[in-house]
Nanobody, 122 residues
């Protein structure tokens, strides 16, 4: 099982989109989430989407700026990041098979991607 995610450099105020896909998983049956870990800090939750896409969750620092979505036909989950800030700089991880219900995003997951570095310049 391997989760892959891609990111790149961004500028403050700009936008980036992260993508995540999985092999050997029934991706469409799993909740998928994004976490991030900034240098010197602990990993934190960012956002998640339920298996049917009907429920999404966002941590306060990203609400109104980030949007999570999924395309199960392509086995992909996306994190659209707008109005980027330097404090969004972190390694972002996608994770599958976690709790993602109304108002709640779990911390644990059975499947993790390798992480992708997002750097936002000021």
């Amino acid at each position: 099982v391997q989760l892959q995610a891609w990111g790149r450099l961004g500028a403050a105020g700009g936008s980036l989109r992260l993508s995540c896909t999985a092999s050997d998983l029934d991706f469409d049956r799993l909740a998928v989430g994004w976490f991030r870990q900034a240098p010197g800090k602990e990993r934190e939750k960012v956002s998640c989407v339920s298996p049917n896409g009907g429920n999404t969750y966002y941590e306060d620092p990203v609400k109104g700026r980030f949007t999570i979505s999924r395309d199960d036909a392509k086995n992909m989950v996306y994190l659209q990041m707008n109005s980027l800030r330097p404090e969004d700089t972190a390694v972002y991880y996608c994770a599958a098979d976690l709790v993602c219900v109304l108002g709640v995003m779990g911390q644990g997951s059975d499947y993790w991607g390798q992480g992708t570095l997002v750097t936002v310049s000021s």
